[in-house]
């Protein structure tokens, strides 16, 4: 994906040395550049910009002045003749600084760091979705209902049919254990009977040849006993 960025500079020699050194980067895309801050408003409100290269001694409105008026702010680069500027222009938390005539080397260690800032956000949103809860999509009356794997309590074999009982509620699916079993994470799920798979994290008691889940009592089929009790206890030592 590329890194798309305008350029916001009241001196066209400026802009056309910054666009030089973007010709450089095929993953940057120069959307636009303009020459006052305000004839930029409404590229950056209707468009997703990584990256405005912003210069700060503008007429009728400075670049300081029109990041202060930002409310959902790209990454800013500011280019200046002026030195000065540079505490202030931190707090306003802009990514670099680049001070006018901006030599390539040092350009080049700007856009270094806008990628990895860049590449830090994707990481950072690609967490939030791994992290979100696994699920299954199940068929129920025709619609794809999407189950929470932790909201299952167990399933009950039902013939051609199976019924996956959840915490809030429970759902006829017309599909067989076996097919089930196999989409399930084996680390959690356990058939213990020809007509029942369980959640082992959703287990209350064992007690004999059953199990107890939401006060459901569910038997351990003979030919599933040791394979159930070596999982669910992780160990021999309580198989009798």
Do not use: W
């Not at 305008?6 to 056309?16: K, R, S």
């Not at 990584?50 to 001694?57: A, G, K, S, T």
């Not at 040849?209 to 030919?223: A, T």
């Amino acid at each position: 994906m590329k890194i798309k960025c305008i350029i916001i500079d009241d001196e066209p020699l400026a802009i056309e040395v910054i666009k030089r050194h973007l010709d450089e980067f095929q993953n940057i895309d120069l959307l636009a550049t303009f020459n006052t801050p305000i004839a930029a408003l409404q590229t950056i409100e209707t468009n997703e910009i990584d990256v405005i290269f912003l210069d700060i001694n503008m007429p009728k409105m400075s670049g300081l002045e029109f990041l202060r008026t930002l409310t959902n702010k790209p990454h800013i680069v500011i280019t200046t003749a002026y030195r000065e500027f540079a505490v202030e222009s931190f707090d306003l938390d802009v990514l670099d600084y680049l001070v006018k005539p901006i030599p390539f080397g040092r350009f080049l260690k700007a856009i270094n760091k806008i990628q990895a800032r860049i590449n830090l956000e994707k990481e950072k949103q690609f967490d939030i979705v791994i992290k979100e809860e696994p699920f299954i999509f199940l068929k129920v009356d025709k619609k794809m209902m999407k189950i929470k794997l932790n909201d299952i309590l167990y399933i009950e074999s039902l013939k051609d049919y199976i019924k996956v009982f959840t915490i809030a509620e429970n759902y006829l699916v017309h599909k067989s254990m076996t097919s089930i079993s196999e989409e399930l994470p084996s680390d959690n799920f356990l058939r213990i009977h020809r007509s029942f798979t369980i959640a082992i994290n959703k287990i209350s008691s064992v007690e004999g040849n059953s199990i107890e889940i939401n006060k459901k009592r569910i038997p351990i089929g003979r030919n599933y006993l040791v394979q159930a009790k070596q999982k669910i206890f992780n160990s021999t030592d309580f198989i009798d």
